[in-house]
């Protein structure tokens, strides 16, 4: 694949997985919502990463490590809801930290979150067009 053509499946994985996320809140399924809002994420700055390095992005979750990657200035407050957000991939994946984080995620903390990663997500999108 081009990289223009990474860029693009990277997008177009992004963009396939915020509806998911959307309907696993609509039904009050938190813990994954947010897991699912966490790849969405994830796939948005690997395309950034491609974007720059034009190269296969490394197989990592952290989204602070990816963003580190780019050419995006992130604010602090940015770069601390990546790594709040990469631990909706860590505490939804492992059985011991997935039960407390299902606890954790009470309607109003999803939706904080979601809202957060939507709005990361389109600034991101937004960069790649400029």
Not at 19 to 29: M, W
Request: charged residues 30%; glycine residues 2%; hydrophobic residues 40%.
């Amino acid at each position: 694949m081009t990289s223009e053509e990474q860029i693009q499946y990277w997008i177009r994985a992004a963009a396939n997985d915020l509806p998911a996320a959307q309907s696993l809140f609509d039904s009050g399924r938190y813990d994954w919502c947010l897991f699912i809002g966490h790849l969405v994420l994830e796939k948005t700055l690997k395309s950034h990463v491609v974007k720059k390095t034009e190269e296969t992005p490394p197989r990592v979750h952290d989204l602070r490590r990816l963003a580190s990657m780019t050419s995006i200035s992130f604010s602090k407050e940015q770069l601390t809801f990546l790594d709040t957000a990469t631990k909706f991939n860590i505490e939804a994946r492992y059985p011991d930290e997935k039960f407390a984080f299902a606890r954790l995620c009470t309607k109003d903390f999803a939706e904080k979150n979601l809202l957060m990663i939507k709005e990361v997500y389109e600034w991101l999108l937004s960069l790649l067009k400029s």
